[in-house]
C-alpha cells in the first residue's frame, strides 16, 4: 500500500484513549500546522492582538505539493501521544478534498464537547462548511472564516472591447449557461483572447456539480459532469479558446498580469486574494465578478483542534473570534477581500455599500449570497483528493494529444487504484 493509505489507516485504526488528558493550566506554546501564509495571515491579522503576551505561536508550514503538507502532519499526530507539551499540535488546518480523513478520527476534537463552542456561536456558518467537517458520528471537528462559493472573474477591459460592456449584469447574461459561455469564447479567440488560461480552469464548475460521490462501495463512478468537462475542455484546446496552461503554473499566473490575453477565470474568494497577483503590474482594478454559466464552490480552509492540546481556552478564543464574532468576520471581508462564513454578515455588509478594489469597485457578495445559498457537500467522499488530482493529470495527456481518449481514462484508473488498491474499476 501506499504511504497515504498506510498513514490513513493509521489514523482511523487510533484509539481516542491514547491521548493523555491535558494538564491544568494552559500551554505556553501554540504549534499550528499550515500549508501556505493563508491562516498565517488572518491569524496575525485579525487574531494576535488578543494573544496573550506569555504564549508563543509557532507555525509549521510545509507545501501542499507531493502530497508533503499531509505526510508531515500525519507524522506529527501519529507522534502526538509522546511529544513533549511544547511539541504537541495544537491547531491544524485542512481542506475540503481530504477532510474527513482528518474528521473521522480520533486525532480531531469536537468543536462542541471538547472545545466548548456553542450552537448558537456556530448559527450563523454555512451549513455546507460544517458538513464537510461533520465525522460519521455527527461531530463537529473543525470551523472556518470562509465560505467558497465560487464564479467568474474577468477582465473588464477585455470584456468592453469584445462584448460591449463590462457591466457584470449584462456579462452575467452572456455566460448564464455552458452553450453562451462557448458563443463568447469564440469571439474571444476571434478578438486575440482566450477565453480560459488552460485545461484545468473549468474543472471546479464541473466537478462540484456532479449528482454522485467518486466510489460507491468500491467502484469508482464518473459523473456525467466529468464528461462534460472532459469534452468541453477538449473542444476549447483544439479551437485554440484556452492557452493550454496548467492551473498554478507561472504562464497561467502571467496571464493574469495588465498585459495577459486571458479573460477569465473560474474563482472564489481566496483564489483572487492569495493567487491572483496584485500591485504594480497586475490587473488589479480592472477585473469584475459574475456568477458564471452554472454555481460552484472551490476549496476552503478549516481549523483543526489537535487531540492532546493543552491550549483548549485559546483554541477556543481563536475559533470564536476568526469564525464566529460578526465583527471579525466583517473586518475579514472588508480588509482581507475574503468571502466569510456567514451570509447575514455579508447582507449587513453588501447593504452597507461594499466594495471591492481588485474588482474595480464592484460589490461580488450578491454573486456569493446567491451561488452560496445552493452548495451542497452531500456527494463528498474520502477519496475525492486523489481522484480530482488524477482525473486532471490523466485527461492532460489527452488534451495535448499525447494519448487517445481511452488511453487517458486507462491511465486515471491505474494512478487510482494505486493509491487506493481497494477500488476498481
Request: hydrophobic content about 40%; some cysteine; overall charge neutral.
Amino acid at each position: 500500500m501506499t504511504k497515504r493509505i498506510v498513514i490513513g489507516a493509521c489514523l482511523m485504526a487510533m484509539a481516542a484513549s491514547m491521548f493523555a488528558a491535558p494538564k491544568k493550566g494552559e500551554g505556553k506554546v501554540l504549534n499550528i500546522y499550515v500549508w501556505n501564509d493563508e491562516f498565517p495571515s488572518r491569524f496575525n491579522d485579525f487574531y494576535a492582538s488578543k494573544l496573550p503576551a506569555d504564549v508563543k505561536v509557532n507555525f509549521i508550514q510545509t507545501p501542499n505539493q507531493g502530497n508533503a503538507y499531509q505526510d508531515k502532519l500525519d507524522e506529527a499526530l501519529l507522534n502526538q501521544a509522546n511529544a513533549k507539551a511544547d511539541d504537541k499540535i495544537d491547531l491544524f488546518c485542512i481542506e475540503a478534498d481530504y477532510a474527513l480523513k482528518y474528521v473521522d478520527t480520533p486525532y480531531t476534537l469536537d468543536v462542541m464537547k471538547d472545545i466548548g463552542l456553542s450552537k448558537k456561536n456556530l448559527a450563523n456558518q454555512y451549513q455546507y462548511t460544517k458538513d464537510i467537517v461533520t465525522d460519521s458520528k455527527g461531530k463537529l471537528k473543525g470551523v472556518s472564516w470562509q465560505s467558497t462559493p465560487g464564479g467568474f472573474i474577468y477582465r473588464r477591459s477585455i470584456a468592453k472591447q469584445v462584448l460591449g460592456t463590462d457591466d457584470p449584469a449584462k456579462v452575467q447574461t452572456m455566460l448564464s449557461d455552458w452553450a453562451k459561455f462557448d458563443d463568447v469564447a469564440a469571439k474571444m479567440k476571434a478578438a486575440g483572447y482566450f477565453m480560459l488560461s488552460g485545461y484545468d480552469d473549468a474543472f471546479r464548475a464541473f466537478q462540484d456539480n456532479v449528482k454522485s460521490p467518486w466510489v460507491k462501495g468500491n467502484k469508482i463512478v464518473i459523473d456525467p459532469q466529468i464528461n462534460k468537462w472532459i469534452e468541453q475542455t477538449k473542444m476549447y484546446t483544439e479551437k485554440g479558446y484556452n492557452n493550454k496552461a496548467s492551473l498554478w503554473s507561472a504562464e497561467s499566473t502571467q496571464q493574469m498580469m495588465a498585459n495577459g490575453k486571458v479573460f477569465g477565470y473560474f474563482a472564489v474568494g481566496w483564489f483572487y486574494d492569495f493567487c491572483m497577483p496584485h500591485g504594480a503590474g497586475s490587473a488589479e482594478g480592472d477585473w469584475a465578478f459574475c456568477e458564471g454559466p452554472q454555481g460552484f464552490s472551490w476549496g476552503g480552509t478549516w481549523i483543526c483542534a489537535a487531540a492532546g492540546t493543552d491550549n483548549i481556552s485559546l483554541v477556543k478564543d481563536i475559533m470564536y473570534t476568526l469564525t464566529c464574532d460578526t465583527d471579525t468576520l466583517k473586518k475579514i471581508c472588508v480588509e482581507a477581500g475574503d468571502c466569510i462564513n456567514s451570509a447575514a454578515a455579508m447582507k449587513e455588509l453588501s447593504a452597507a455599500g461594499y466594495k471591492n478594489a481588485f474588482m474595480g469597485g464592484q460589490d461580488p457578495l450578491p454573486v456569493y449570497l446567491k451561488n452560496g445559498a445552493s452548495i451542497s457537500k452531500s456527494n463528498m467522499s474520502k477519496y475525492d483528493q486523489a481522484c480530482n488530482e488524477k482525473i486532471q493529470a490523466a485527461m492532460k495527456d489527452y488534451f495535448e494529444g499525447t494519448v487517445d481518449l481511452n488511453t487517458a481514462w486507462d491511465n486515471f484508473y491505474t494512478s487510482v487504484i494505486e493509491v487506493y488498491p481497494n477500488l476498481k474499476r
